[in-house]
């Protein structure tokens, strides 16, 4: 690590935010303490375009930049044109959240005198403050993980919550589509989540999704939304199939501010291991969440309102995108089981 960094010549930071949703939400607390330890400083995030509805409610940042995912040689292209926009605004020092190299390399572009970040293998050279991914950190929550990040800075302040704010424009149309829909104001609402990014390893059966809100609906009178990507309409359809009218599939059809709108007016969500898990924490809806391939202790939904279920198997954490074996850590949680947990709320 080169020299003692002088926090008080800091007047322009950059952070390189993560890049996806479920991370964004995990760094909330990050970027809290880092506006309560540079309150006089101008701090703008850079980060993936897709990303943005997740930051412009931010009390912690001053400035998105925004930039377009790109593959091959026209990645290339694009960090050389966001490089030439960062070393315009001429910032003092960069914060990397991502472990990539390509997020280091956007960041060494810019000529930013302060890089820090963690080691990382083939990037270090990039970095001119590296913290090292101990095994302690690496087994921690990822909200510690990112914290871990600033402790050369002094003292790290304390947060409370993990919190997304949302407008009055976000919740009217929330209220204008449930009504739209023809949902009253006093049935009660159940988000469904049977997705996930990162791969079907990860994910819980559509039809147990569909038995476990067909017996709900039946003995509370409730409507089901059910979320995720556009690509996972099919999914809901399962879903729809055994529950039948009491299910609404909103998948691809809200932005991120929109979803943390109707995720607001939920009683719980049921989700696997996902960005919108995450979401629903931050607007404070209860969660019941499904792990299997993954591990909750470090990508768990924070707060003590939630519950997590999980079968404790040889193979899990797994982290793969598909199950190579019989994928036992989702056959092994039963509808049984989810719920019991569903009815405490």
Known sequence: MKGKIELDRIKRLLVRGVNWVGDTILTYPTLEALRKKFSTSKISILIPDNLIDLWITSPYIDEIIP????KGLNSFFEDLKVSYLLRKKRFDLALILPRSFHSAFQVFLAGIP??????NGGRSFLLTHKIPRTKEILSSHRVYYYRKLIEPFGEIPDFSAIHLRLREEDRDWAKEMLKKLGVSKDRLLIGLNPGATYGWAKCWFPHRFGELSKRLSYKYNAIFLIFGKEE?????HEILQILGREGIDLTGKTNLLQLAALLEKCRILVSNDTGTMHVATAVGTPVIALFGSTNPVTTGPWGNTHVVIKKEVPCSPCLKRTCPTDHKCMKLITVDEVLKECEKY
Request: proline share 0%; charged share 55%; no cysteine.
């Open 67 to 70: 930039f377009r995912k790109k």
């Open 114 to 119: 302060i890089r820090l970040g963690y080691e």
């Open 232 to 236: 996972e309409r099919r999914v809901a």
